[in-house]
């Protein structure tokens, strides 16, 4: 299975104070402009779960700056709040039962996930899984199979591997059901909450094992190569057989029934031109919902003609947005639908199958106008060897799309890809008069596996030529002024925002790193223990320290800083344990003892992308004045509504 190893999702949603920040927000009120801070406030609320009876609402929404779970009957009346968190803000959360919510959370951005449960009636909150140095992944909540205990997947005894446990949220009581030999990757139940599928890695091969029962030991039943997936999704509703993403004979994902005495595959739904992203299903009909994929829109394909009925119902009530399905009750009868688009956060919304009732529940950034942000606008452009390359480009309302300053966004992952929708940072950039490209380079995901492929041992090379295409194909276009062209990115994004001031120094005016690599031999060296099952995958992706070692040297920005002649901007997390500090120190100090302009911004309590609402103000308002220095743009006509 495919393991997206070094992505981060950048939540860009409080409010902070201090006398700087003070004087930054009176000139923006001044000039006219959308405050820095209203596009990387947390949200009012969002996340809204409904219990499986239906009847009550959980939520995630700020008390003291933090994200907190709160609770509502879902027909109104007060909020509860269940949760007083203040040093780090809860990101998911879940229901166990009807009385009790289950969330997971870090400690200084480590990523030692712990659980936790609070009882919606007294309050109470247990730590369940309260382990220095142990980081907890949910295996299966158990809803509706067992009402007082989840399996969870703990790296305890081996910080590599994850063994699983059946864990009580009432008491915390542990038991394990599953040890993990040393191999294996990820574990799966069926739809009876029985343990009875896991992937086995060697680093290179993937091997599927499954069982009848939890009483007999597992055995084999097929093995690929890491690039040939076969991601089992979930059992069949006879649990017999499994459902399954697979590019097994053929170059996109599709949907198959994977037998699971045979190990062969049954077709059932996939596309030409993109892979599946996902399946869902109804719990109670035991039927398949839809499959999702996406073009330069996430689209879905239905199975079940209710579904298809009941989107054709939704788009008449939400005209004009992308909508989706992030909560279901038991019954089915109420859900949650999600609305959002390019210049909308999104909505989220009640509704009621019976009554066919739809109740707005709240706006992400009520605060934000969706007439005053720009939209966002697929583009195409063919690579240098002629690869087609996708992507985004969002021109600041009010200007035209000529002679523009440009910020280029390359996405983290690598192993990832930029889709359609709001995206916080390419608002507030726009908003301030750059021209934002983003491009799904090689490697990035959904385009197939010879996409991907291209991508291996390619960091600094082919990847990097795709971002310097993109760049040279927008100021062919006469949209982008070559003089006033910056780089940023975060994780492999930042890595990418290094490469191109090092490789390609004169394209650039300035660059942002943001938590990214800079010496790949490091990296590679200093990864999370429980990223070393997947040690030779990565080896043969990216490179192996060993036997690579001249090329992963060559394609390292900290051990060719002597090409950087354009100033740079560092961010970094203290506790990363995914790009280690000493990179960016290491990167920082090299630069400035050549006389390069670099300005470092270090958080002590934030790991892989700051997570503090106060930090993410911090650097985005330090980002601007480096952006504004640097590329001088002019600001766009812009004049905000009374009120």
Known sequence: MRKFWFGFLLLAMSTA?????????????????????????????????????????????????????????????????????TDRDINDMFWKGNNTILYLRDFNGDENYQLFSVNIKTRKVLALTPFKGVRTEIVDTLNGKDHNHVL?????????????YRLNVHNGHLKMIAKNP???????????????????????????????NEHEPFHKLLTTNFTTQVDPLFFTFDNKNVYALSNRGRDKLALVILNLKTGKEKYIYGRHDVDLDNVTYSKKRHVLWDALYTTWKMKRHFFDPWLKKLFVQLRKKIPTAQIGISS?????????????????PGVEYLYD??????????????????????????IEYRARDGLLIHGYLTIPRGLKPKDLPV??????????????????????????????????????????????EASFKQWGRKMQNDITDGVNWLIKKGI???????????????????AGLT??????????????????????????????????????????????????WEESPVYHVNRIIAPLFVAAGAKDPRVNIQESNEMVDALRKRGVHVEYMVKQNEGHGYMDQGNRFDFYRAMEKFLNKCLKPKLPPFERKAG
Not at 28 to 53: C, H, T, V, W, Y
Not at 182 to 210: P, S
Not at 483 to 490: E, F, L, N, T, W
Request: with cysteine.
């Open 503 to 552: 490789f390609t120094p004169k394209l650039y005016a300035c660059g942002v790193d943001y938590v990214g690599v800079s010496d790949l031999l490091k990296f590679m060296n200093t990864i999370p223990p429980y990223w070393k099952p997947y040690l030779q995958e990565m080896y043969a992706e990216v490179g192996n320290p060993k036997t690579d070692r001249k090329l992963l």
């Open 17 to 85: 104070g201090c006398t700087s920040a003070g004087l930054w927000h009176h000139k923006e009120a001044k000039s006219g402009l959308i405050p820095m801070r209203d596009f990387f406030r947390n949200p009012l609320q969002a996340e809204f779960e409904l219990s499986p009876d239906g009847k009550h609402l959980a939520y995630l929404a700020p008390w003291k700056n933090r994200m907190n779970v709160y609770v509502r009957p879902v027909n109104g009346g007060t909020p509860t709040r269940l949760t007083d968190v």
């Open 353 to 378: 199958l019976k009554t066919k009732k739809l109740t707005k529940l709240a706006e992400m950034a009520p605060w934000l106008n969706p007439k005053e942000l720009s939209p966002v606008k697929p």
């Open 152 to 164: 969870v997947g703990l790296n305890k005894l081996n910080p590599q591997v994850f063994d699983v």
């Open 407 to 452: 910020v280029v966004n390359p996405h983290g992952g690598p192993w990832a890809r930029d889709s359609w929708g709001y995206n916080p940072e390419v608002q507030f950039l726009a908003s301030r008069g750059y021209a934002v490209l983003q491009m799904n380079y090689r490697g990035s995901t959904g385009y197939g596996r010879r996409f991907w």
């Open 480 to 498: 982008a002024d070559p003089k006033r062209v910056a780089i940023y990115g975060g994780s492999y994004g930042g890595y990418a925002a290094l």
């Open 328 to 344: 279901v009750d038991r019954n089915e009868d109420k859900i949650i639908v999600n609305a959002w688009s390019d210049v909308n």
């Open 182 to 212: 040393g191999d294996i990757g990820g574990w799966m139940t069926d739809h009876k909450g029985r343990l009875r599928l896991a992937v086995e890695t060697d680093g290179v091969n993937n091997t599927i094992l499954v069982r009848n």
